[in-house]
């Protein structure tokens, strides 16, 4: 079934957002929403960390320094923000400008990493094959252009070059202005590989797209990113299994509120590539071709863990 803009949308395309949340009969104030009220456990979900989370940032605290880099390239874009998260309490809001491409990003390192610039926040010692990351996402009422491209990641980085041997992108289908293409409404896994079969590693910088080795895509099932579900939190996570050596057993998959929405399985990641584990994820605001409009979006209660995190 097409997913299209309904017939308010299509009006509104190129008008302000607030003038798009008046047509399509939402509240454009900032803050949380209804789905979870003030005395919500997600407000301070770090104060009781599980024992398998290698990090929770529910932005209640001042945690950007513990990221090895924190981008805001407005000076007001990506910032830490009260009354925008969860229940109202604090996250990190993104503000498009209309044709802006890069909004900002946060960069988390975790275990053994190639060099100091990739500054972990455990002891730095574990080589993790096995990761779940799960992050509160919001786009604001009245959204508009389809998911904005890039989203997160997680990364093998092995050296210091920033070369990789397994990228696992989840991110939305080409959010071009023209209309035709349906997957920006939706998130995808799209995985690759810095190393060819045998696991000797190829790459040797970053996004080394002459190097990488591309697994395939599979589509989400939620159009998340479309007029029905802009405007509320949800609840997205993800999970990244590497390959055993000499087998194709790798899995990537994501559940949206706790709904397995995506997942593929038999990949062969790396080969017999065994120098790092994952030691990277990032949460993105990239628009490839620009956001069509200013708006915004919200990020909150970042975990990663060893084990499934779930939804509260």
């Known amino acids: 079934m097409r997913i299209g803009r309904p017939p308010a949308q299509r009006v509104a395309w190129y008008l302000t957002p607030l003038v798009v949340c008046v047509l399509a ?45 924190y981008g805001d390239p407005g000076g007001d874009g990506f910032v830490r923000a009260n009354g925008v998260g969860v229940a109202d309490s604090y996250a990190m809001r993104v503000r498009f400008a209309a044709d802006q491409v890069s909004a900002g990003g946060l960069k988390l390192a975790f275990g053994r990493t190639p060099g100091p610039y990739f500054r972990p926040v455990d002891d730095g010692t574990a080589d993790y094959r096995d990761v779940y ?6 786009h604001q009422a009245g959204w508009t252009g389809g998911g904005g491209d890039k989203l997160s990641r997680a990364i093998v980085f092995a050296g210091d070059e920033w070369s990789e041997a397994a990228i696992a992108h989840i991110w939305s289908g080409n959010s071009s202005r023209d209309g035709t ?15 060819d079969e045998a696991g000797n590693l190829q790459t040797t910088r970053y996004n080394d797209f002459d190097n990488l080795r591309w697994l395939g895509i599979e589509q989400g099932a939620t159009p998340l990113f479309d007029w029905d579900h802009v405007g509320r939190w949800y609840c997205v996570e993800a999970h990244v299994r590497l390959n055993d050596s000499g087998a194709a057993n790798g899995v990537f998959e ?3 509120d706790d709904a397995l929405e995506a997942r593929k399985s038999g990949m062969n990641w790396l080969g017999a590539y065994d120098a790092y584990g994952i030691n990277a994820i990032f949460f993105e605001n990239y628009w490839n071709s620009g956001s069509p409009v200013a708006q915004q979006r919200y990020f909150d209660n970042i975990v990663v863990s060893t084990e499934k995190i779930g939804c509260r």
């Open 254 to 256: 994501f559940w949206i």
């Open 181 to 195: 293409n349906e997957s920006r409404y939706y998130l995808l896994l799209d995985p690759a590989s810095g190393t």
């Open 25 to 69: 009969a939402f509240s454009c104030g900032e803050g949380g929403d209804e789905l979870y009220g003030p005395e919500s456990d997600l407000v301070n979900e770090c104060a009781n960390p599980a024992a398998a989370w290698i990090w929770c940032d529910d932005f209640e605290q001042d945690r950007l320094d513990s990221y090895f880099e």
């Open 133 to 138: 990351w799960r992050m509160y996402l919001k």
